[in-house]
């Protein structure tokens, strides 16, 4: 950030009085911009034994695939952006069910929230950030070919759970993979 988004002036990088972290800080109109990090937000999509997922037609990790999930926006609920992610991946409609995952991913400043969904019908297809959409049992997901770990670990979860017959609830951080 350089100028402020309220006068126009440039800003500064410091700690401002009575806070303890680095701030963008207006000197002119004294404004403190904020960063905090981004909300995704998506779901399961599950129809009998299957789960829906989407291959990206977009970068980051543009042909893997992934879940139905995206960048929550301003005024809405985390099920009603749940929801819209979904429909606009995959042309899906879901029930939303229980919240199933919150990972924080502190490296890019993101947090990931997943809920369960019932699929209310099989008519899918392919939305614009979508190249392909289609139903996976366990022994079908594509793990090699999975977009991001923050699918690949719930997913895995999910499905033991799922045989154990007993799905819950987790939290967790996805650190920055160390080479």
């Known amino acids: 950030m350089k100028y402020c988004s309220d006068c126009g002036n440039p800003i500064d990088l410091r700690i401002p009085a009575g806070d303890t972290l680095p701030r963008h800080v207006c000197p002119a109109c ?20 299957k789960i829906l997922l989407c291959r990206r037609a977009i970068e ?14 301003n005024a809405e609920t985390l099920v009603e952006a749940a929801s819209r992610e979904t429909l606009e991946e995959a042309n899906a409609r879901v029930k939303m069910g229980e919240l199933y995952a919150i990972y924080s991913l502190p490296h890019i400043n993101q947090v990931h929230i997943l809920f369960r969904a019932q699929l209310l019908d099989l008519d899918f297809k392919p939305g614009i950030e979508s190249l392909e959409v289609q139903l996976f049992s366990e022994l079908e997901v594509p793990w090699d070919t999975l977009a991001f770990r923050v699918i690949r670990e719930p997913l895995k979860r999910y499905f033991e759970e799922r045989r154990q017959g007993q799905l819950g609830f987790h939290m967790g951080t996805i650190e920055l993979a160390r080479h």
């Open 30 to 49: 004294g404004t403190i911009h904020y960063q905090n990090p981004k909300m995704v937000v998506g779901c399961i999509p599950e129809w009998e034994d």
């Open 60 to 73: 980051p990790r543009h042909g893997f695939w992934t879940l139905p999930a995206g960048f929550m926006e």
